[in-house]
């Protein structure tokens, strides 16, 4: 049963990873699914023709045969009257095969039971007729006395509809037997690896229904348009008329309109016969393009490019559609964040110079006056404070990517100062736009200069911490193939880069203590000596440039908006975007986010461990708590004991994006605990729950749909109500707020 | 390597302690009631072997370190031996004299690597070189012979570090203190919380959860009340509820913890004097808090790599390759700096490992095996799969326990 919840509910995240991965099927397991899979495409089948004659014999006026006497003889009744008894005798074959095949093999996914198969197949049918006729046929049916060409119309469009869903069936079926057998797979890694789950086995069927390899899907729905459409062009009555269910005034969007009907039916019956994570976008007219807002794909979307889901950011996405706001989110610069910058004036040493900074934050400062350490403090603050309540989430989420990617840690005294400009300046300004500015203005700082010691690099004297660093972390990594001999050549090129603390962005490039010799570097750069300043900035383009830092930059960024293991193809497409745009880290997060690996692939959801700086400001905007009255101070000391200190992680490659490292028991325990403060008010968010009617299902169902942006797992659901069945507490405010407690715990909430 | 042993022999006048075959390799008896437990301290950032235990009788060390070498006359000298140790980690001198306390010098990798990140995580999988093997020494160690349950490993941090992690369950937390279920509703929620998981212990959170609430059960009674004085910082407070849950015997085999902070590119004595400082009085303090359970505890504290013996002109010293591993416990035979076959290898432009650092001469998988044979008292024979590709020979172990 829970199976079918999970279906109804659109929710991804159960069948995905909840024990949806069963591993590939037995042989017994797969003849069990082929064959009672047939049987129901059988049905679907005689169902169809049942259709098409109960609409004949309307239009032909010959009533007898609609229904047999008590049955009502109606064109609407005649469509589940089964006249002739044939879809009961398909029936009939289902369940004895299902019986004989299933009975003693249930196959681990995939599969729902003769049944439910029945039903589906006979009511989607059914659904394909009324979504051309609208809520009453038999007003909607033309006698063919009267109008002869608009009643073959009719019947063209409906029959042609009905063969294009029997033309997708045998072509999904053959798919579904090579995906459960290891035939020829068309996606994941290995085309010979039997599918393992529900949702590989939809996306294999959902690519080869796409591909449409023998061109037979697209004949049989360009059928519907022609020559169907010759008795529609001569139909007297007007086509508006004829098929009240399309909003349709021409042949070419009738035909659209029963071709998306035809599809919308087939994936809801396949939905339904395969128990498959079929997104209602896929379901309403069988394309994905945004028709129905797929609530696990709108939370997936806003957990990935985003803090999580709050009603801004769920407004937004319904009027602009999924790609719309992300390509909105790829353009900050469009997107109005005024409300978001007047809070931030809270902060004055967000807009400091470096020299202000110092006057206004002394290190030792007397007594009344705010000191070093405010500097660091409100750029904590004001990060959580961004992540929570700016309409750039994207932004927000990148320069957290690109700050960790390029750490430096706010530990010594001169980068308590100087980490503020250093985001400001550095990095937030050059998260979408070319990796080698990036680069570039992250060797100019100053904060970078310090951490990694560069400031100390001089003719002579080298020190090659940042040189290594530079090739190791922030571009080719470990294994491009450079040389130590290259980390001193480097070091090399980079000696006199220092901090002026008078220049805008802190720069001074010191001549005297550049060594001016000739350098190569891993072979093939060749700088002459007496270059300067130009060494760095060729060394900057050379490794910008690498495919080796493409490659290594992609995969970072995949690994962060996408999947921890890489799919391949998109690595691939990413770094192909990234070596033709020359490094713009817009094209590449475009490429990245309306890719199918993001968009379409169910099993990439929820796969994530929220990072501690992701949960604390998830949790304040699925509360829907007041932004102006958060305590940031709090959130930052939370995401602190949840181990990320922000802007204090101390090793040069910042803090780990896997899972395996965020999800540790120890922490899990914080978390849990802290969940449980927030849901009870603590801590500062300021919300109000739903009003429930205080049955313990009515408590968490609201709460449900107060806190998640998709329903919850059936698992889930049910352990919170059991959970609220055994609390003793008879408070009902203190109910709700355990009950959304257990609910915020659960693994649709840690994951993302 | 340009140097044959016997000339380095020569170099030396002073006498080392040589490697000795450990008088009985297989399981050591331990005080009634106390199993044995192995302690991984890991200095994160290359500490400088070169300062903690300082050849303060090589010319060579003076000639390359003119600003930063330790000063004969200030260094501690550790018994005959011509080492001499820093000042700050003064608190270890009594445990060094009573014999609980040894250095290996000269250890480390026999991979190159001088990424602080290749180079830890080569050791903490305890295969120098290979990228291919991403489980950690004591995952694989706990695989062989740990008890299965999830305290058999413990990380105190908030996260595991990479020695643990793979197959085998283990746990990390930062502290006793955190490590409950609070507020209301308490057993109802964590039987909520665990019935939920326990459906998806095929996954990472699932299994992370379920191991924490096992965990939290035993964590529960543990008394953590001491009259040892630990430092504030990192790994003082570690070290103190380490103890506390050692006494407690609630099943812990490996533990680890860390003490960041070691990377001294510039002003290397003074940062040595904050961080080392630290290390000296926790681990003494540490050591003291344990009390019946010296003998059954070793600590190992180890590093990714040593530093440069040549300074750089920043008062610090860039990466290098060997360094010094520190063994601490009741049961050892310490009061000694090891080095393979007694020598030194020198600090001679021809005794340098690819002519700048300090050479390996004692693989650091030789003392992590000899912890686990000897200590934790686990056959050699099945220790293979914790060592993969190396030959584990008692023979060539530094004689921890001689």
């Given at each position: 049963m829970w199976k079918r919840v999970c279906i109804l509910a659109s929710v991804a995240f159960w069948c995905a990873h909840g024990s949806?991965?069963?591993?590939?099927?037995?042989?017994?397991?797969?003849?069990?699914?082929?064959?009672?899979?047939?049987?129901?495409?059988?049905?679907?089948?005689?169902?169809?023709?049942?259709?098409?004659?109960?609409?004949?014999n309307a239009q032909r006026g010959l009533v007898a045969r609609l229904g047999v006497p008590p049955q009502p003889e109606t064109a609407a009744a005649c469509l589940t009257n089964d006249v002739k008894g044939l879809v009961a005798k398909r029936i009939d074959a289902l369940r004895s095969r299902d019986a004989i095949r299933c009975g003693a093999t249930r196959p681990d996914f995939g599969y729902a039971g003769a049944a439910t198969m029945a039903a589906a197949a006979v009511d989607e049918s059914v659904a394909l007729v009324t979504a051309l006729s609208g809520s009453d046929l038999d007003a909607a049916l033309v006698p063919a006395a009267e109008d002869g060409d608009g009643a073959r119309c009719q019947r063209d469009v409906l029959g042609r509809a009905g063969k294009l869903v029997d033309r997708l069936w045998k072509d999904a079926l053959r798919a579904k037997k090579n995906a459960l057998a290891g035939v020829a797979r068309t996606t994941g890694s290995d085309p010979t690896a039997p599918v393992g789950s529900g949702a590989e086995l939809l996306v294999e069927i959902e690519a080869a229904l796409a591909a449409d390899e023998r061109g037979r899907i697209a004949r049989d729905a360009s059928r519907i348009r022609d020559p169907g459409t010759k008795h529609c062009v001569l139909a007297r009555t007007p086509l508006a008329q004829l098929f009240p269910g399309c909003v349709a005034a021409t042949v070419d969007a009738v035909a659209t309109c029963a071709e998306a009907a035809a599809r919308g039916a087939f994936f809801r019956t396949l939905a339904a016969f395969d128990v498959l994570p079929v997104s209602c976008?896929?379901?309403?007219?069988?394309?994905?393009?945004?028709?129905?807002?797929?609530?696990?794909?709108?939370?997936?979307?806003?957990?990935?490019?985003?803090?999580?889901?709050?009603?801004?950011?769920?407004?937004?996405?319904?009027?602009?559609?999924?790609?719309?706001?992300?390509?909105?989110?790829?353009?900050?610069?469009?997107?109005?964040?005024?409300?978001?910058?007047?809070?931030?004036?809270?902060?004055?040493?967000?807009?400091?110079?470096?020299?202000?900074l110092r006057d206004s934050y002394p290190a030792n400062?007397?007594?009344?006056?705010?000191?070093?350490?405010?500097?660091?403090?409100?750029?904590?603050?004001?990060k959580v404070l961004r992540a929570v309540a700016s309409h750039r989430q994207l932004e927000q989420v990148l320069t957290d990517f690109w700050f960790n990617h390029f750490n430096v840690a706010a530990s010594s005294r001169r980068r308590k100062w100087d980490i503020s400009p250093y985001e400001r300046i550095a990095i937030r300004p050059h998260v979408l736009g070319r990796f080698r500015d990036l680069l570039l203005a992250v060797a100019r700082s100053p904060a970078m200069g310090d951490f990694l010691d560069n400031r100390q690099n001089r003719v002579g004297e080298l020190n090659e911490n940042y040189s290594r660093e530079f090739m190791e972390l922030h571009t080719a990594g470990v294994d491009s193939g450079y040389t130590e001999q290259d980390v001193v050549e480097v070091a090399r090129c980079f000696t006199g880069w220092r901090e002026d603390y008078d220049a805008p962005d802190g720069f001074e490039f010191?001549?005297?203590?550049?060594?001016?010799?000739?350098?190569?570097?891993?072979?093939?750069?060749?700088?002459?000596?007496?270059?300067?300043?130009?060494?760095?900035?060729?060394?900057?383009?050379?490794?910008?440039?690498?495919?080796?830092?493409?490659?290594?930059?992609?995969?970072?960024?995949?690994?962060?908006?996408?999947?921890?293991?890489?799919?391949?193809?998109?690595?691939?497409?990413?770094?192909?975007?990234?070596?033709?745009?020359?490094?713009?880290?817009?094209?590449?997060?475009?490429?990245?986010?309306?890719?199918?690996?993001?968009?379409?692939?169910?099993?990439?959801?929820?796969?994530?461990?929220?990072?501690?700086?992701?949960?604390?400001?998830?949790?304040?905007?699925?509360?829907?708590?007041?932004?102006?009255?958060l305590n940031l101070g709090s959130m930052r000391n939370r995401v602190r004991d949840l181990g990320e200190e922000l802007y204090q992680a101390a090793p040069p490659p910042g803090y780990p994006d896997v899972s395996g490292y965020w999800a540790s028991p120890g922490t899990l325990i914080t978390r849990f605990n802290e969940l449980e403060r927030a849901a009870r008010g603590e801590r500062g968010y300021t919300f109000t729950y739903p009003a429930t009617d205080g049955t313990s299902a009515g408590v968490v169902d609201a709460l449900a749909g107060f806190l998640f942006t998709a329903a919850p797992s059936a698992e889930t659901r049910e352990v919170a109500i059991a959970f609220l069945d055994g609390l003793a507490e008879p408070d009902p405010t203190a109910r709700v707020a355990q009950a959304a407690a257990v609910l915020l715990s659960s693994p649709e909430f840690l994951l993302h | 390597m340009t140097m044959t042993r016997r000339q380095v022999l020569k170099s030396g006048a002073v006498g080392f302690t040589a490697f000795v075959l450990p008088a009985a390799v297989g399981r050591r008896a331990h005080a009634a009631g106390s199993n044995p437990v192995l302690v991984a301290v890991y200095q994160r950032g290359a500490a400088d072997g070169l300062t903690i235990c300082a050849p303060t009788f090589d010319p060579n060390y003076y000639a390359l370190r003119p600003t930063i070498a330790v000063p004969p006359g200030s260094a501690l000298p550790l018994g005959t031996t011509g080492f001499g140790l820093y000042p700050a980690f003064a608190p270890l001198l009594p445990l060094y004299e009573s014999?609980?306390?040894?250095?290996?010098?000269?250890?480390?990798?026999?991979?190159?690597?001088?990424?602080?990140?290749?180079?830890?995580?080569?050791?903490?999988?305890?295969?120098?070189?290979?990228?291919?093997?991403?489980?950690?020494?004591?995952?694989?160690?706990?695989?062989?012979?740990?008890?299965?349950?999830?305290?058999?490993?413990?990380?105190?941090?908030?996260?595991?570090?990479?020695?643990?992690?793979?197959?085998?369950?283990?746990?990390?937390?930062?502290?006793?203190?955190?490590?409950?279920?609070?507020?209301?509703?308490?057993?109802?929620?964590?039987?909520?919380?665990?019935?939920?998981?326990?459906?998806?212990?095929?996954?990472?959170?699932?299994?992370?959860?379920?191991?924490?609430?096992?965990?939290?059960?035993?964590?529960?009674?543990?008394?953590?009340?001491?009259?040892?004085?630990?430092?504030?910082?990192?790994?003082?407070?570690?070290?103190?509820?380490?103890?506390?849950?050692?006494?407690?015997?609630?099943?812990?085999?490996?533990?680890?913890?860390?003490?960041?902070?070691?990377?001294?590119?510039?002003?290397?004595?003074?940062?040595?004097?904050?961080?080392?400082?630290?290390?000296?009085?926790?681990?003494?303090?540490?050591y003291?808090?344990?009390?019946?359970?010296?003998?059954?505890?070793?600590?190992?504290?180890?590093?990714?790599?040593?530093?440069?013996?040549?300074?750089?002109?920043?008062?610090?010293?860039?990466?290098?390759?060997?360094?010094?591993?520190?063994?601490?416990?009741?049961?050892?035979?310490?009061?000694?700096?090891?080095?393979?076959?007694?020598?030194?290898?020198?600090?001679?432009?021809?005794?340098?490992?690819?002519?700048?650092?300090?050479?390996?001469?004692?693989?650091?998988?030789?003392?992590?095996?000899?912890?686990?044979?000897?200590?934790?008292?686990?056959?050699?024979?099945?220790?293979?799969?914790?060592?993969?590709?190396?030959?584990?020979?008692?023979?060539?172990?530094?004689?921890?326990?001689?």
């Open positions: 949806a991965y069963a591993g590939a099927q037995s042989a017994d397991q797969q003849r069990c699914l082929n064959d009672v899979n047939k049987r129901a495409s059988v049905v679907v089948r005689q169902q169809g023709r049942a259709n098409f004659a109960c609409v004949k976008d896929r379901e309403d007219d069988g394309v994905v393009n945004e028709t129905c807002l797929d609530p696990a794909l709108v939370a997936h979307v806003l957990d990935r490019t985003g803090y999580g889901p709050d009603a801004w950011t769920r407004a937004r996405i319904a009027a602009l559609g999924i790609e719309g706001y992300i390509l909105e989110q790829l353009a900050p610069e469009t997107i109005d964040d005024t409300a978001l910058d007047a809070m931030l004036a809270q902060y004055p040493s967000l807009a400091m110079s470096f020299t202000e400062p007397p007594d009344g006056v705010e000191g070093i350490g405010t500097v660091r403090r409100e750029l904590q603050e004001a010191r001549a005297d203590w550049h060594d001016q010799g000739a350098k190569t570097i891993m072979g093939t750069l060749q700088i002459p000596p007496g270059g300067g300043e130009q060494d760095g900035i060729a060394v900057i383009d050379f490794f910008a440039a690498l495919p080796q830092t493409a490659e290594r930059v992609v995969r970072k960024l995949i690994v962060r908006f996408v999947a921890e293991t890489p799919p391949l193809a998109l690595v691939d497409a990413a770094v192909a975007t990234y070596l033709a745009s020359d490094g713009d880290l817009r094209a590449v997060m475009e490429t990245i986010l309306l890719s199918p690996e993001f968009l379409d692939r169910p099993a990439y959801r929820k796969t994530k461990v929220k990072r501690p700086m992701h949960l604390i400001p998830s949790l304040a905007r699925a509360l829907g708590a007041d932004v102006t009255r | 014999g609980a306390l040894a250095f290996v010098h000269a250890c480390g990798s026999p991979d190159p690597s001088r990424s602080h990140f290749d180079a830890q995580d080569f050791m903490e999988r305890a295969a120098p070189g290979n990228k291919s093997i991403t489980t950690g020494w004591l995952n694989r160690y706990l695989l062989q012979a740990g008890s299965g349950q999830p305290i058999q490993g413990l990380t105190l941090k908030k996260a595991k570090v990479k020695s643990m992690l793979g197959p085998a369950p283990s746990i990390a937390f930062s502290g006793i203190a955190d490590f409950a279920l609070g507020g209301n509703s308490q057993a109802e929620r964590g039987a909520a919380l665990v019935a939920r998981y326990a459906s998806l212990t095929g996954t990472l959170l699932g299994q992370a959860v379920t191991d924490a609430f096992g965990a939290v059960d035993l964590v529960a009674g543990v008394d953590t009340t001491t009259s040892a004085v630990y430092p504030a910082g990192e790994l003082g407070p570690a070290l103190r509820d380490a103890a506390a849950l050692i006494k407690a015997d609630i099943g812990i085999q490996v533990l680890c913890v860390d003490l960041g902070g070691w990377d001294h590119h510039s002003q290397q004595l003074a940062e040595m004097n904050v961080v080392g400082g630290e290390l000296a009085a926790a681990l003494a303090a540490f003291a808090d344990l009390g019946a359970c010296q003998s059954s505890t070793l600590t190992l504290v180890m590093t990714e790599f040593g530093r440069r013996p040549s300074e750089n002109g920043a008062a610090g010293s860039d990466h290098g390759h060997g360094g010094v591993m520190m063994a601490l416990g009741g049961g050892i035979g310490g009061g000694r700096v090891i080095l393979r076959d007694g020598a030194w290898p020198g600090l001679a432009p021809g005794n340098l490992f690819n002519g700048q650092d300090l050479q390996v001469t004692t693989d650091f998988r030789d003392v992590f095996a000899e912890a686990l044979s000897v200590h934790m008292g686990t056959p050699l024979a099945s220790l293979a799969p914790v060592f993969p590709g190396f030959t584990l020979e008692a023979g060539n172990f530094p004689g921890l326990f001689a």
